[in-house]
């Protein structure tokens, strides 16, 4: 194993036992210690799913970034392997940042972005790839970077060129990259590629618009049922009376791809998630070429509980979701294994740590969960489905300059299906036609009572 890996992986078998387990998820994936963040290298290899993270092991706050791992083959039970990536060569000395994971001649490749910090403070971001042959141990190629900004047209910012998600198309493999313009405009490059290490510029694949934020973070892209998406997370989307009141958000981006020109015409943009914690979601393909995606349950700018009360960890994963095609957005459903997985819970009933309610809704609705001091509520009124921690005594505040406390979304909602863990609610509303997301702390008993 290479130095630095041996060492995470020491630290974290002499620390783990130290971390306070009193809100760490039961069925969300989350680290054994210290801080995670994005999801990364999404893929199914050899029967199993692999999940990879942006994981600082050494403090609860984000921190030079490795890449974490672990596996599963059901989504329910994960289990955790050493350290895959660790910044430890010149091209990626100040972080391992996010990409993803394909499968090639039973060979499983990463690719990822080199975050590198000159001496006087500029930062340069460039895409690396690593194999494995036993999808534990990873190599960092010998033609790493490869590619650097210098391949980026000059409307482009070399130093904000990051995330690369990988895929197949027509015997060619390409990567969907994020890119800053000049112009503070979020854009989408496409990288090309016919053996994995020769890379180059394709095309900028999307480009945003003004008020669509100035960096789009982690981007994806996939077809189903024929229509093109690329999901992705911007900084700053400017916010309307309901939509993106997060600072960043995180949007399904419907369209069509024009392969002779390669580029992505958009027809539709919507936000994937309505909640407060939603952010850089990655897919897969699994075994029955469903395509399930995972997010990361924060938000960046965010006050993280966990690290206030020392606790020894941060953030966790949502609930991996199957992705439908609906129109021009994206439904959401729970995999049944993990939804077996959850208890069911009814009104008046106390939550012990985890549990799912199913309501069928035909009049507004108001929910409660917790005490009477310290207490989250949700449900269904006046037309839109709603999450308010305002009443949460561990207060978690954000760099918004506008009240995050309460978010929600415009839907004639007939079913609610809300998932629970001893951190955060996934509300699902019409089988997954939207959803919302959010953490929660609550100390005292958690009893679910209608208001
Ligand atoms: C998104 C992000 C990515 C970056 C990573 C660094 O949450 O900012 O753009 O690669 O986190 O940890």
Same mark, same amino acid.
């Given at each position: 194993?290479?130095? +630095?890996?041996?060492?995470?992986?020491?630290?974290?078998?002499?620390?783990?036992?130290?971390?306070?387990?009193?809100?760490?998820?039961? +069925?969300?994936?989350?680290?054994?210690?210290?801080?995670?963040?994005?999801?990364?290298?999404?893929?199914?290899?050899?029967?199993?799913?692999?999940?990879?993270?942006?994981?600082?092991?050494?403090? !609860?706050?984000?921190? $030079?970034?490795?890449?974490?791992?672990?596996?599963?083959?059901?989504?329910?039970?994960?289990?955790?392997?050493?350290?895959?990536?660790?910044?430890?060569? $010149?091209?990626?000395?100040?972080?391992?940042?996010?990409?993803?994971?394909?499968?090639?001649?039973?060979?499983?490749?990463?690719?990822?972005?080199?975050?590198?910090?000159?001496?006087?403070?500029?930062?340069?971001?460039?895409?690396?790839?690593?194999?494995?042959?036993?999808?534990?141990?990873?190599? +960092?190629?010998?033609?790493?970077?490869?590619?650097?900004?210098?391949? &980026?047209?000059?409307?482009?910012?070399?130093?904000?060129?990051?995330?690369?998600?990988?895929?197949?198309?027509?015997?060619?493999?390409?990567?969907?990259?994020?890119?800053?313009?000049?112009?503070?405009?979020?854009?989408?490059?496409?990288?090309? !590629?016919? /053996? &994995?290490?020769?890379?180059?510029?394709? !095309?900028?694949?999307?480009?945003?618009?003004?008020?669509?934020?100035?960096?789009?973070?982690? $981007?994806?892209?996939?077809?189903?049922?024929?229509?093109?998406?690329?999901?992705?997370?911007?900084?700053?989307?400017?916010?309307?009376?309901?939509?993106?009141? /997060?600072?960043?958000?995180?949007?399904?981006?419907?369209?069509?791809?024009?392969?002779?020109?390669?580029?992505?015409?958009?027809?539709?943009?919507?936000? #994937?998630?309505?909640?407060?914690?939603?952010?850089?979601?990655?897919? #897969?393909?699994?075994?029955?070429?469903?395509?399930?995606?995972? *997010?990361?349950?924060?938000?960046?700018?965010?006050?993280?509980?966990?690290?206030?009360?020392?606790?020894?960890?941060?953030? /966790?994963?949502?609930? $991996?979701?199957?992705?439908?095609?609906?129109?021009?957005? &994206?439904?959401?459903?729970?995999?049944?294994?993990?939804? *077996?997985?959850?208890?069911?819970?009814?009104?008046?009933?106390?939550?012990?740590?985890?549990?799912?309610?199913?309501?069928?809704?035909?009049?507004?609705?108001?929910?409660? #969960?917790?005490?009477?001091?310290?207490?989250?509520?949700?449900?269904?009124?006046?037309?839109?489905?709603?999450?308010?921690?305002?009443?949460?005594?561990?207060?978690?505040?954000?760099?918004?300059?506008?009240?995050?406390?309460?978010?929600?979304?415009?839907?004639?909602?007939?079913?609610?299906?809300?998932?629970?863990?001893?951190?955060?609610?996934?509300?699902?509303?019409?089988?997954?036609?939207?959803?919302?997301?959010?953490?929660?702390? #609550?100390?005292?008993?958690?009893?679910?009572?209608?208001?």
């Amino acid at each position: 194993m290479r130095k +630095k890996i041996e060492e995470v992986h020491q630290y974290i078998q002499e620390n783990k036992a130290i971390v306070n387990q009193t809100f760490k998820p039961e +069925k969300h994936f989350s680290a054994e210690i210290g801080w995670i963040n994005d999801p990364n290298g999404c893929v199914f290899f050899r029967g199993e799913y692999h999940l990879f993270y942006q994981f600082y092991p050494y403090d !609860s706050v984000w921190g $030079p970034m490795h890449w974490g791992h672990a596996k599963t083959k059901d989504f329910v039970n994960w289990d955790h392997l050493p350290v895959a990536l660790a910044p430890d060569m $010149p091209y990626d000395k100040d972080g391992c940042f996010s990409g993803s994971a394909i499968v090639k001649d039973d060979t499983l490749w990463l690719m990822y972005t080199g975050n590198v910090v000159n001496e006087d403070g500029t930062v340069v971001q460039i895409q690396n790839m690593a194999y494995s042959k036993d999808g534990i141990h990873f190599e +960092k190629i010998a033609e790493n970077p490869v590619a650097t900004g210098r391949i &980026l047209p000059k409307e482009l910012v070399a130093a904000d060129f990051r995330d690369p998600k990988l895929f197949e198309k027509n015997g060619r493999y390409y990567a969907v990259v994020a890119a800053k313009h000049q112009d503070e405009i979020g854009t989408v490059v496409l990288l090309g !590629s016919d /053996n &994995l290490i020769d890379w180059n510029f394709e !095309s900028i694949f999307l480009k945003g618009e003004a008020h669509q934020g100035f960096m789009w973070e982690c $981007p994806d892209f996939f077809e189903l049922d024929g229509q093109a998406f690329i999901t992705v997370s911007p900084m700053r989307y400017q916010r309307t009376d309901e939509d993106f009141i /997060n600072l960043n958000s995180t949007v399904t981006i419907a369209g069509q791809v024009d392969w002779d020109k390669k580029v992505f015409v958009q027809t539709s943009v919507s936000e #994937l998630d309505h909640g407060h914690d939603f952010y850089a979601p990655q897919s #897969l393909l699994d075994d029955k070429g469903q395509r399930i995606t995972i *997010a990361w349950m924060h938000n960046w700018g965010r006050t993280v509980v966990p690290h206030e009360l020392k606790h020894g960890w941060a953030c /966790n994963m949502t609930l $991996p979701r199957i992705l439908h095609k609906s129109g021009e957005k &994206l439904r959401q459903q729970v995999p049944d294994a993990v939804l *077996a997985s959850f208890p069911e819970l009814h009104v008046g009933d106390e939550l012990d740590a985890i549990g799912r309610l199913d309501l069928d809704i035909d009049q507004d609705i108001v929910l409660r #969960l917790g005490d009477d001091s310290d207490y989250i509520e949700f449900g269904y009124q006046a037309g839109s489905v709603f999450i308010d921690r305002s009443h949460q005594k561990l207060e978690i505040t954000g760099e918004e300059e506008w009240p995050i406390n309460r978010r929600s979304v415009t839907v004639d909602a007939q079913h609610l299906q809300i998932f629970f863990d001893k951190n955060s609610v996934e509300i699902f509303v019409n089988h997954g036609q939207e959803s919302l997301t959010s953490a929660i702390y #609550l100390q005292g008993k958690k009893i679910l009572q209608q208001v």
